[in-house]
T-cell receptor
Framework: NAGVMQNPRHLVRRRGQEARLRCSPM?????VYWYRQLPEEGLKFMVY????????ESGMPKERFSAEFPKEGPSILRIQQVVRGDSAAYFC?????????????FGPGTRLTVL | DAKTTQPPSMDCAEGRAANLPCNHS???????VYWYRQIHSQGPQYIIH???NNETNEMASLIITEDRKSSTLILPHATLRDTAVYYC????????????FGTGTRLTVIP
């Protein structure tokens, strides 16, 4: 039973480029969460999505960041015009239901480096 | 969600039990206690959770005090691979879906 998959595992971008991070949830899970971990800090929630819906984006920066979870395919976190401060590890988690006490299972993360 | 307090770091000898405390004195009746760990920049790993009763699984045991104001995660026979940052998280039923990761406890298992 495959776990949460994220790709790429490492991504290098120059300032001003776009970064696309992909997350495939565990089989049977239809709820996806994105978290960001800046160097030497804890994980911070960004956004929670169900298929085709953004449920909670309270942790998303207002500009340059967007997320989607289409009916088919992985969830995508998109960062436009990246800046050095976007360098971080981005983790995706999934859960089978939308309950607030559902266990979330995490992927290995994507490490974004902005040059 | 209730705030949690954990010691910043702990050491444990390999093969001994690691007891990681968590204080959640403002916890309410419908809030669960969850434990996750993060091993050196990997994705957080779910360990265990509970509401009132003590819980045990293949990874660990969770002891929750009768007044629910604190809990202890027990790794019965710590190994070097248990070296990680351990997070105690309180989650309320019908609350927000996101997990709040505080600073956690950095457990170092010593050979």
């Amino acid at each position: 039973n495959a776990g949460v998959m994220q790709n790429p595992r490492h991504l290098v971008r120059r300032r001003g480029q776009e970064a696309r991070l992909r997350c495939s949830p565990m089989k049977g899970h239809s709820h996806v969460y994105w978290y960001r971990q800046l160097p030497e800090e804890g994980l911070k929630f960004m956004v929670y999505l169900q298929k085709e819906n953004i449920i909670d984006e309270s942790g998303m920066p207002k500009e340059r960041f967007s997320a989607e979870f289409p009916k088919e395919g992985p969830s995508i976190l998109r960062i436009q015009q990246v800046v050095r401060g976007d360098s971080a590890a981005y983790f995706c988690a999934s859960s089978p239901r939308g309950s607030s006490t559902d266990t979330q299972y995490f992927g290995p993360g994507t490490r974004l480096t902005v040059l | 969600d209730a705030k949690t307090t954990q010691p910043p770091s702990m050491d444990c000898a390999e093969g001994r039990a690691a007891n990681l405390p968590c204080n959640h004195s403002t916890i309410s009746g419908n809030e669960y206690v969850y434990w996750y760990r993060q091993i050196h920049s990997q994705g957080p790993q779910y360990i265990i959770h509970g509401l009132k009763n003590n819980e045990t699984n293949e990874m660990a045991s969770l002891i929750i005090t009768e007044d629910r104001k604190s809990s202890t995660l027990i790794l019965p026979h710590a190994t070097l691979r248990d070296t990680a940052v351990y997070y105690c998280i309180v989650r309320v039923e019908l609350g927000a879906n996101n997990l709040f990761f505080g600073t956690g406890t950095r457990l170092t298992v010593i050979p």
